[in-house]
């Protein structure tokens, strides 16, 4: 176990995380054509155009953080550009259809602020409950039936992506859906992926077969795969801190209290986008409610403590929540390895991501309500 007090994570406060890199031209249109090296699977354009996927345009896939002065995001990426982003990786290693439109599929039952839904109802360790109810709307959607038949197409080869190991499996193994998101909230967050080096990292990725003889993306150079297990796991690192647990888990508080005062309904949050959400609660609701609300969007720092703050100054979390960390194949001289068995920088970096803790409490002090 790694030494607590050399924990390679130590010495970046949030703040210095945020601003590790320079900003760069990032365009999301330039991103998706890197994904699909050249050869654009032109049948996904049908499949983008339907409402049930147009929705996913107003949900981001950070979780809520563009709409808070705690973090500093650079562009506005959503779900529906992270979806895309997966089909073309599937695209790009399979060129199977089914895998690929599972890919694209996958994020249909996400709520507005993505998994903010999963704090509001207690799975902040999981963050698996926005994807219960995925199979049930492509199985509702007849216009969807009907563009699967003409591509011979049945509903259960798209309902579930966790079938296909290219597109889903377990941390800390390297998926389609994995590599996508770190690639654009590395570049939201921190300015940690230009789009040369995205290129440069995807172009060494094949598909190899793991220690369950399943396939998996990996790399063919261990150089490439450090630089990219180090960003991947600073990214991780900042998304278990506490500054982005309080920033899910109050606009969490505040979207319950937003439907127990009548200002939403249970229904909005896969009806109306985040845009439209913050429209209709600003300044809105009882002193409490603008209170919880007005500091969600204006904090800029929180306190780090082992003790929780007097209750009626700050708001208080103590939360466990889902590590997202990577530990990728690497093509060796010996055969296909996992990074942590060849590389003792990466694993380091790995182990001290597993052992880094927070202080218990994440405390911020209320703002006055309007």
């Known amino acids: 176990m790694s030494d607590k007090n050399s924990n390679y994570f130590n010495q970046f406060s949030w703040p210095e995380i945020l601003h590790l890199h320079e900003d760069s031209d990032w365009d999301i249109k330039s991103y998706h054509q890197i994904l699909c090296q050249g050869d654009y699977p032109s049948f996904l354009d049908k499949y983008i155009k339907l409402p ?11 979780c809520g953080s563009d709409w808070t002065r705690l973090f500093h995001n650079r562009f506005y990426y959503s779900r529906l550009d992270h979806s895309i982003g997966v089909a073309l990786i ?59 038949e003409e591509d011979g197409l049945k509903i259960k080869d798209v309902e579930n992506y966790h079938i296909y190991p290219v597109a889903d499996n377990e941390i800390p193994q390297l998926s389609a859906d994995r590599l996508e998101y770190m690639f654009p909230s590395g570049a939201v967050l921190e300015a940690s992926w230009t789009l040369d080096e995205i290129e440069k990292t995807y ?37 278990q801190m506490n500054e982005d647990k309080m920033t899910l888990h109050l ?13 939403l309904k249970e229904s909005d949050f896969m009806k109306l986008s ?18 919880f609300y007005n500091t969600f969007r ?23 929540v889902k590590l997202r960390y990577i530990n990728p194949l690497v093509k060796t001289s010996s055969g296909v390895k996992r990074l942590n068995a ?9 182990d001290d991501f597993l052992n880094w803790e927070d202080k218990k409490f994440g405390c911020v002090k209320y703002y006055s309500a309007k």
């Open 52 to 62: 049930i996927m147009q929705r996913l345009s107003g949900v981001g896939l950070l």
């Open 90 to 148: 599937i695209w790009h290693f399979t060129h199977d259809k089914a895998q690929t439109l599972a890919g694209l599929f996958h994020d249909l039952s996400t709520p507005t602020f993505s998994h903010v839904s999963d704090f509001r109802k207690g799975d902040a360790l999981t963050q698996t409950l926005t994807e219960e109810d995925n199979s049930s709307i492509i199985r509702k959607d007849f216009t969807l039936s009907k563009l699967l």
């Open 203 to 239: 172009k060494d990725i094949e598909v190899f077969k793991n220690e369950s003889n399943q396939d998996e993306l990996g790399f063919k150079t261990l150089e490439i795969a450090e630089d990219y297990c180090q960003k991947f796991c600073m990214t991780g690192h900042l998304l």
């Open 251 to 263: 606009l969490g508080q505040i979207m319950n209290m937003a439907v127990d005062e009548g200002l």
């Open 274 to 291: 985040e845009s439209q959400i913050i429209e209709i609660i600003d300044n809105k609701g009882s002193e409490k409610f603008q209170r």
């Open 298 to 320: 204006n904090m800029e720092s929180i306190l780090h403590s082992d003790i929780k703050m007097p209750e009626d100054e700050y708001f208080n979390l103590s939360l466990k």
């Open 342 to 350: 060849c590389s003792s920088v990466s694993k380091k970096i790995i």
